[in-house]
Each structure stands twice: as C-alpha cells, then as structure tokens.
C-alpha cells in the first residue's frame, strides 16, 4: 500500500468528522419536518414548501458570504462560526415550540430557524472544504472535495432515521435539542484541530469574477445534479406507483454505492484529470438514469440507481477540479461557494420543474430528463477537456477586482 497516498487522507479524517456530526442535525429534519408542519401545526402544503425550501435560499444566498470569509479570515474560523450559527437554529426551533398554540407564529419562527441553518450549512461546507486545502497538497484538490463531500451524504443518509426515530419517540423537542447541542458539541471537537492561515492579504477577484471562471464547469455540475434530485424526490414514488416492494431500496442502493465510490476512488480527478473523470462518469450516470427510466422489473430499477450513485459520485469532485483550477489558491474558498452555488440551484428550481413533468408525462420521464441533463453536460466536460488550463490561463492579481 501506498502511505503517499493514503498521508493525505488521513489528515482530512477530523475534517470529515466535523461535517459528519453537523450535518446530521440537517438530516435528522429532512424527514420529520414536512410532518411537524402540516400534522403538528396544521399549516398547509404552501407552509411546507416555503419553511423546507428556505433553508436552501438561505444556503444559496450566503455562499459567496461564506467563501469570502473563509479566505480572508480563516477555514477554521469559519466551520466555527457555522457550528455556532447551526446551534442558534435549534434554539430557535425550540422558541417555535413554544408558540406552537398560535401556529402561524410558530411557522414564522420555524422559518426564521431554518434560514439560520442554511446560512450555517454554508459556512461548514465550504469552510471545511477550504481547510482540506490548505491540509494536503494541490495535487489531492479533487479528493478533498470527494471525501468531504462523501462526509456530508453520509450524514444526509443517517440522519434521516435518526430523525424520524426520535420524532416518533420525542416528538418535535427532541429535532430542536439535537440541533441546538450536536453544533455545540462539534464545536468542541474542532478547537485541537490544525487550523490553517488564511493566504496572505492581497488583492482578490470579486464574486462575480469568480463566477465568471467557473461558471462553465458549474453549469456541468448542476445539470448532473438533474438526475440526483430525480431519484431523492420521485424514486420511492415510482416504487409505489409500480407496485414495487421497499421503495426505500433505491435511495439506499445510490447512497450507498455513491458514498463507496468516494471513499474508493476519490483520488481520480486529481490522477488522471477532473474534466475526464466528469465525462465517464456523467455517461454512466446517464446510463443508469435511462435504465430507471425504461425498467420494467424492480432489479433492473435498482441497478439503475446503483450506476446513478456510480457515476453521479465523481461527477462534482471532477468538474470542482476543474473550477479550483481557474482561481487563485488564495480564492478557492470563494470558488468552491460559487461552484457549489450552481448545485442549490440545480436542486431548488429542479424539484418544481420535474413535480411539473412527472404530473404530465408520468413519474418515470423525471429519469430520462435526468438522462438528458447528464448527456447535455457532456460537451461541457470534453470543452474542459480539451482546455486543461494551466497557471498563465487562471486569474491573477492583475485581472483582480477589489
């Protein structure tokens, strides 16, 4: 075995293990949420929608936020300030509880929780992606953002039953107290880890030059991403709908080989190029999701969630390398927000516009939409490709805005 590749690795393991505890608190109220809305304060399906999604506007909104503070002040300073902030949501949750009796003030205050989680969220994720850098090599970029990624789907996936346990158990307290003292308690884990010093102070390009570098290699990303928020909001659907058995299977088989493949081969973009990587991997996702498209038993349905998470796993990590390589190294916290900023959007209008396909041409045409988007983000990928920038192509100082 090789210990050059597997140093680096290692040091990224308490990065990992502080986005694995704080976003467990995000997944313990994917499922419950929806629940406590409609059941236990009796607002309808808009008040569902608007408190679920505003966590998502909130993350969207404060990416270039968190980028630029993770640059300037510090990665470390960051992941801390959105433990922090993760913390405060769950105060906030707990004082909707207590003004449960008047409900849409109780929703008020939920939504209010909920904006803090997202800009919270933002802070960790691209905090800790930040202080991967600065941990390892340049040349292990691609797996920083494989790993730590794998971290936070990892979370997703565990927290949903953790939630849903203590919900049925607690009821809604039990979500309010989880995500108020899990933070904190990450919190506590972080203070002995290596923080790394931001880059020296100069002058750095704006978000909107940033997003000019890397919009392209988002633009991939986020039309991959079609065939993700496919199977998370219509796969266990389609199951029933087929009459199907364990329609948690699916979800669970791309999860599972989603997160394998990271951990396995997270290292590829930065061996044998990101852009590559992208594009055999957004033919296999494309593979599977016209597999679940077309499948006409439950077997064949879950191979194709199987190739889904196979090939959907690299698909980030491979075009992030590609946007962190247009940057400055002192302005990779900042692309990484707007990189990254690109996959909220794919994930917030995406949802609406597939419900909207699925009510009209039938649940399975959601998953060749997403077969589509990934074959639409091949070009993109081959551009990328064929560009492979080097130093003199990225931005430099003199191209910066202040």
């Known amino acids: 075995m090789d210990d050059r590749r597997h140093r680096p690795v290692a040091k990224l393991f308490p990065i990992m293990g502080v986005v694995l505890v704080a976003f467990l608190v995000i997944g313990c109220a994917m499922p419950v949420l929806p629940l406590h809305v409609h059941d236990g304060l009796e607002l309808g399906p808009v008040w569902v929608g608007l408190i679920a999604g505003s966590q998502f506007a909130a993350a969207l909104i404060s990416r270039p936020w968190a980028g630029h503070f993770s640059d300037r002040r510090g990665a470390k300073r960051a992941v801390m300030l959105g433990l922090l902030v993760a913390a405060a949501s769950g105060l906030v949750y707990w004082l909707s509880l207590g003004v449960a009796s008047e409900p849409v003030l109780s929703g008020w205050v939920l939504l209010a929780g909920r904006l803090l989680l997202g800009g919270a969220e933002s802070f960790i994720i691209t905090g800790a992606v930040s202080w991967g850098f600065g941990l390892v090599p340049a040349r292990d970029t691609g797996r920083v953002i494989a790993w730590v990624g794998a971290a936070m789907f990892a979370a997703f996936a565990a927290g949903a039953p953790i939630g849903a346990a203590l919900f049925a158990a607690f009821g809604f307290g039990a979500i309010a107290a989880a995500t108020g003292l899990a933070p904190l308690a990450t919190w506590l884990l972080v203070l ?86 992208a594009l055999g991997c957004l033919l296999v996702e494309a593979a599977g999701q016209a597999l679940l498209w077309l499948a006409p038993r439950q077997e064949l349905a879950l191979l194709g969630a199987a190739l889904s998470g196979l090939g959907y796993s690299l698909v980030y990590p491979g075009f992030g390398v590609a946007a962190v390589l247009r940057v400055p190294a002192a302005s990779r916290g900042l692309a990484m927000g707007a990189y990254t900023a690109f996959l909220d959007l794919a994930l917030g209008a995406g949802g609406p516009a597939l419900g909207l396909l699925a009510s009209g041409a039938g649940l399975e045409t959601v998953f060749l939409a997403g077969a589509l988007g990934c074959l639409a983000a091949v070009p993109i990928a081959l551009q990328l490709g064929a560009l492979r920038p080097r130093a003199s192509t990225r931005l430099t100082p003199s191209c910066e805005a202040p």
């Open 192 to 277: 002995p880890v290596r923080a790394v010093a931001p880059a020296a102070h100069e002058r750095r390009p704006g978000f909107t030059t940033v997003l000019g570098a890397v919009w392209v290699p988002g633009l991939g990303s986020a039309l991959s991403t079609v065939g993700f928020g496919a199977i998370t909001a219509f796969v266990t659907l389609l199951f029933a709908e087929r009459g199907w058995s364990h329609g948690w299977l699916p979800y669970t088989t791309f999860a599972g080989v989603f997160i394998a493949a990271r951990l396995a081969v997270g290292h590829l973009p930065d061996r044998i190029g990101g852009a590559r990587v």
